[in-house]
């Protein structure tokens, strides 16, 4: 919405009024924020973001600082967000901190920080020895541009969009990219796990330990953020275009992790499920508001890999021959595995993996324990080709049958009966790998979706 001169004037009035009423109430420094935007439209979901993110930063630097906030006021209006602060302290260095933060990152160019002293004097960042900012189109010192118009409305308005637009692209990768890292580290350390490696064993396998996971998900992490980017990068494009792409980013990272792992298989399985995920979030994404909806990031998980998966099962139906445990197992037994699972919209994920762990969570469980109630719910739903393969059809049936029933008993169970399914799954050489790469997936999306809350 297009706001007229006399608003602006008006809020202007209205805002000095509230920053005297202020300094008259407490008598200490107040800064006053608002931003820089050029133009008739001074509010937009895009703008209000770009504000909240300036009150963080703001706020998480005084409480670095250890200056106190007296009071907080903030109004979000047409004319444009507001916010005012009144802390305790020299004013001086509050002036300082306020001009490092709008100093930090180009988006903090469209910050405008004031800071009052307790007698109503606004300090100039020359107080505090920094420059003048320049131009956000051209770079040039001072208001010169400004005063002589020299950039139209327009041009400044899409310069204000680009720099907020840039910001919030590479924040937002970067918190999709360290939250997939985490779920995998998150995942690997969940203890106790039936026949997976965890904190206190190596489970069903004699060429791994946590320490070989770790190097796995630290070999992995450029590649989740890359995931993301790639998502952004094609969201204009099918679907199958941006999956294309995440494949090919995927068999490059299986490298990765080999050399991390003096050629182990610790993540492959979660190369392609999380590296999917990260996409399709990428996919969604818009400035204004990256998509935290489960079903619509599932949805694009599906569409993205629905073809491609097709072809694959078709590829190995023409052929008859399997090189590949899941591809034998699609051509014997018709089981679409982890390719299946998330060509289908990863159902596991939101109709076991996530109830199962939120549930847990309502109860009162730890982050640790409601992990580990969710593998299990996952192992006695889901048909694991990593077990068929280490144990053959029947036992892993019998052990998905024995997990099941146990769940029945009990859907909460405690640490000491799944280290009882662990020592059962050891001996008889199982081990759900599958199961494991879907829990990575269900911390994510839970991490993600709940994010903003």
């Known amino acids: 919405m297009e706001v007229t001169l006399p608003q602006m004037l008006f809020a202007r009035e209205r805002r000095a009024q509230e920053q005297q009423a202020l300094l008259r109430q407490y008598h200490m420094p107040l800064i006053s924020f608002t931003m820089n935007i050029a133009g008739p439209e001074k509010d937009t979901p895009l703008i209000r973001r770009g504000f909240q993110e300036g009150c963080g930063m703001l706020e998480e630097g005084l409480k670095r600082e250890k200056i106190p906030v007296m009071h907080r006021q903030i109004r979000q209006e047409v004319t444009g ?101 985490r779920s995998l580290l998150d995942e690997v350390c969940t203890t106790p796990k039936p026949g997976l490696v965890d904190r206190e064993n190596s489970g069903s396998h004699r060429d791994m330990d946590i320490f ?72 969604l994404w818009t400035p204004e508001h990256p998509c935290r909806n489960l079903k619509r990031i599932l949805e694009a998980c599906a569409q993205m890999t629905k073809e491609a998966v097709e072809q694959d099962f078709a590829a190995m139906s023409a052929s008859g021959e399997g090189v590949t445990v899941g591809q034998r197992l699609y051509l014997e037994h018709g089981l679409t595995g982890i390719r299946g699972e998330v060509a289908g919209g990863l159902p596991s994920v939101s109709e076991v993996g996530l109830p199962a762990f939120r549930q847990a969570l309502a109860e009162g469980k730890s982050r640790n324990d409601a992990a580990a109630i969710a593998l299990l719910h996952l192992i006695a739903k889901v048909t694991d080709t990593n077990m068929i393969a280490r144990g053959g059809m029947e036992l892993a049936r019998e052990a998905m049958e024995q997990v099941g029933e146990l769940l029945e008993q009990n859907p909460m169970p405690e640490p000491e009966l799944i280290r009882q399914l662990d020592k059962m799954f050891v001996q008889k050489n199982l081990s759900p790998g599958g199961c494991a790469d879907l829990l990575a997936v269900t911390l994510f999306l839970h991490d993600w979706c709940n994010l903003d809350e």
């Open 81 to 181: 967000c507001e916010a005012f602060y009144v802390v305790q302290g020299d004013p001086e260095r509050i002036k300082s901190l306020c001009a490092r933060v709008e100093d930090s990152c180009q988006l903090g160019r469209l910050f405008d920080m004031d800071v009052l002293s307790p007698q109503g004097e606004q300090l100039r960042r020359q107080t505090v020895g920094r420059q003048e900012r320049g131009c956000i189109i051209c770079g040039a010192p001072g208001r010169g541009c400004a005063s002589r118009r020299v950039h139209s409305v327009q041009e400044l308005q899409q310069a204000t969009r680009r720099i907020l637009t840039e910001h919030f692209q590479q924040r937002d990768r970067q918190e999709i990219g360290t939250l997939a890292l």
């Open 212 to 283: 070989t996971f770790n190097a796995s998900a630290s070999a992995l992490a450029p590649y989740f953020l890359q995931c993301a980017t790639i998502g952004q990068d094609t969201r204009t494009q099918l679907p199958e275009d941006t999956f294309r792409e995440l494949r090919a980013a995927g068999i490059q990272t299986e490298q990765s992790m080999f050399s991390a792992t003096a050629g182990v298989n610790t993540h492959k399985g979660a190369i392609f499920t999380l590296g999917t995920v990260c996409g399709a979030v990428g996919r």
